[in-house]
């Protein structure tokens, strides 16, 4: 059994042509890292990058990160609409070893609790190597509620937000055992796979 926190690395990539050209600042990052530093207790190394909505930039950058820095979890924030520039989802297919669709359909069941534009999203997630990657929304409002999803005037959970899930898979892709702050986001794993916490 570990007697401490193992260290993780987690990607994020923010998909934005006018962020990306200092047209307007980047929100994603900021709000990414300020969410999983609050949520996770694990030292987190933070791999960022700021990119245009280019599927090629995209696809290169995710692998860069996958497998070059050696990310155990990315997360990407942008281009999942319609619109003719969306292409993350694309991106993130090509370059997946495996498909994970619940994580994209848990997003859209929460999102449609806000707004029914929900349904024109088109989030994803894949495994590469032993790494998940998720594409999250563009707003920082938006990930937060994606990431912990809905709860009551109480803070008891009405409905899992999709970080819950994102522990045990990382430890079913052979990935660090991460402790979560469950005042933010609880982690489910089964009975069988749930260590103690560290005492030190």
């Known amino acids: 059994m570990n007697n401490k926190f193992e260290n993780i690395t987690i990607g994020i990539l923010s998909i934005s042509d006018r962020a990306s050209k200092g047209i307007y600042k980047d929100e994603g990052v900021p709000a990414l890292k300020d969410w999983l530093a609050s949520a996770i207790e694990n030292p987190i190394n933070f791999v960022p990058q700021l990119i245009a909505d280019e599927k090629n930039v995209i696809q290169t950058s995710l692998v860069e990160l996958v497998d070059n820095n050696k990310c155990n ?99 079913l892709i052979q990935g660090p055992y991460l402790f979560t702050n469950d005042a933010v986001c609880k982690a489910f794993r089964p009975k069988t796979a749930t260590r103690e916490r560290p005492t030190e």
């Open 73 to 171: 979890l990315v997360l990407t924030t942008g281009g999942t609409g319609p619109s003719f520039r969306d292409v993350t989802p694309e991106a993130t297919i090509a370059i997946g070893d495996k498909e994970m669709p619940g994580f994209g359909e848990q997003m859209r069941q929460i999102s449609l609790n806000f707004v029914p534009t929900a349904i024109l999203s088109r989030q994803v997630a894949v495994i590469r190597n032993k790494c998940l990657i998720i594409n999250l929304p563009g707003q920082p409002k938006s990930i937060k509620q994606t990431l912990e999803g809905l709860k009551d005037e109480h803070g008891k959970v009405i409905v899992s937000g999709i970080f819950a899930a994102v522990p045990y898979c990382i430890d």
